[in-house]
């Protein structure tokens, strides 16, 4: 560097790491680190929603994935306005994606602790209270099963409630999504 140059206060610039580094490149690489920072994490809320939660998926058809959920959980995605028991006891619990359209169609199904009157004043509370247009409500007095389709927006549900010689009741839920309007 020449003598005027210092003499007018200028400094040479180091990219070692051990000299001083201008503000300008500070702020590219704390931004270049911020950036990483946002990918790792994307990353592994991907995995811990996929992955680690133990969900299995696999191609059912050109453009259809399965993904299902271990046994006694309740795969992601899956409406949870729709469980309307704490705790239940889940059979199984699956969703299959359709590529074109954004479509995705989860499942559950899972033994009741209610009888079968219990589930259908439930579910037919909940769908009306929840805005859903009732093309078809379960009727307690048909036996050993019933069933309710609803619709609102660009979802529909399909619950079925089917009632074994015990008395026990499976409520088997599918739900669409049809993406945006």
Do not use: C
Not at 104 to 125: H, I, T
């Amino acid at each position: 560097m020449s003598e005027d140059a210092n003499k007018a206060g200028s400094q040479p610039i180091s990219l070692g790491a051990s000299g001083p580094r201008p503000s300008s490149q500070r702020a590219w690489i704390a931004g270049l680190a911020l950036i990483a920072a946002v990918v790792i994490i994307a990353a592994g809320w991907g995995l811990y929603q996929r992955g680690l939660s133990g969900e299995t998926s696999r191609e059912i058809a050109p453009g259809q994935t399965l993904v299902t959920a271990p046994a006694g959980d309740v795969v992601s995605n899956f409406p949870q306005e729709f469980i309307l028991e704490k705790d239940p006891e889940v059979a199984k619990s699956y969703r299959i994606e359709y590529a074109a359209g954004n479509v995705s169609q989860p499942f559950l199904r899972y033994q009741s602790r209610w009888n079968m009157a219990e589930n259908v004043a439930a579910f037919r509370d909940h769908l009306r209270q929840g805005g859903w247009a009732v093309i078809r409500a379960g009727d307690p007095e048909e036996r050993p099963a019933t069933f309710f389709n609803a619709a609102r927006e660009n979802k529909e549900v399909n619950i079925i409630l089917f009632e074994g010689g015990d008395g026990t009741v499976s409520v088997s839920i599918a739900y669409t999504d049809k993406g945006a309007p």
